[in-house]
């Protein structure tokens, strides 16, 4: 249809502005996978703009925004910022994404928890011990962010970031002219020695007193500066919040059975976990039952 040939486009320009090697490329001459990516994101935009669309009638025999209706406050924020009904398809398409990337991000936590009882432990100890209430008390969950935060230094989420140079530079002694495309791996910098020591040691302690060589751009889960994820903040909120019910609701423990070995296995920029152990989800007994039954 041409509401499909129009999304298509539009996702195809984005493809040639970050990805400039398919530029020219017949979509005959795409693999499997960069096909059903491209089909994936021209559904999803579909679907977006017709949430967009919907919400905007709901919202025009309104007078307020309802507390819960994260929609309406979402579309309402981009309008007052001045931007496109494009621009905000494209953000609440990023939040969709760091949904379907923190469940990827949680499943390299557990898998790192294996080999490290004790940290998975205290930070179980310290999620029972601290219910999220408020926004204010996710701060209490200061262990469990460090772990959040070492997991995505050993496994981030993008294998490699992208930026366009604006003019003329030099960069390290070497000339970099303008409209050239720099990539870069986070994968790789995380685990440089020379800006972490013993950088293949799952260590949450290394964020004790916050993220270290932060000015050095030496820590880029989530890029950084004015093109820095624009879900980072509900991607660490999301899996507080995720932990948190799964440790206060659940006794969790490694299935005792044979597995492959865990991998890291990457595909389209994205890093996920591939292979390794299963976790078993006990329902755990709420305090009220454990006190009637003694």
Not at 221 to 240: D, Q, W, Y
Request: glycine share 4%; hydrophobic share 40%; aromatic share 8%.
């Amino acid at each position: 249809s041409s509401d499909i040939n129009a999304e298509y486009g539009c996702v195809c320009t984005v493809f040639v502005c970050v990805c400039p090697v398919i530029r020219g490329v017949d979509a005959c001459m795409m693999n499997k996978e960069m096909k059903d990516t491209l089909e994936m994101i021209v559904n999803m935009r579909m679907m977006c703009r017709k949430m967009v669309e919907e919400k905007r009638k709901e919202m025009a025999g309104w007078d307020n925004n309802p507390d819960d209706d994260m929609l309406a406050w979402f579309v309402t924020a981009n309008d007052a910022a001045g931007l496109t009904d494009e621009e905000v398809i494209e953000d609440i398409m990023t939040v969709y994404m760091v949904i379907d990337n923190m469940s990827k991000q949680l499943s390299a936590l557990f898998t790192y928890m294996i080999n490290h009882r004790e940290i998975f432990e205290k930070m179980v100890a310290e999620l029972r011990a601290n219910p999220i209430t408020t926004y204010k008390s996710l701060d209490n969950l200061r262990y469990t962010e460090m772990v959040i935060l070492e997991s995505l230094r050993m496994t981030p989420t993008l294998l490699k970031g992208t930026r366009w140079v604006l003019k003329d530079t030099k960069l390290a002694g070497y000339h970099v002219p303008a409209e050239c495309q720099l990539q870069w791996s986070q994968y790789c910098l995380h685990r440089n020695e020379k800006y972490w020591p013993n950088a293949r040691q799952f260590d949450p302690e290394r964020f004790r007193n916050g993220i270290p060589n932060v000015d050095t751009l030496t820590y880029l889960p989530f890029l950084a500066g004015p093109r820095a994820c624009l879900g980072k903040h509900i991607a660490m909120i999301s899996m507080k919040l995720t932990l948190s019910m799964l440790a206060r609701n659940f006794d969790l423990a490694p299935q005792p059975m044979a597995a492959p070995p865990p991998s890291i296995s990457q595909s389209m920029a994205l890093i996920r976990m591939k292979g390794g152990p299963w976790f078993w989800f006990n329902p755990r007994k709420s305090e009220e039952t454990v006190a009637e039954a003694s």
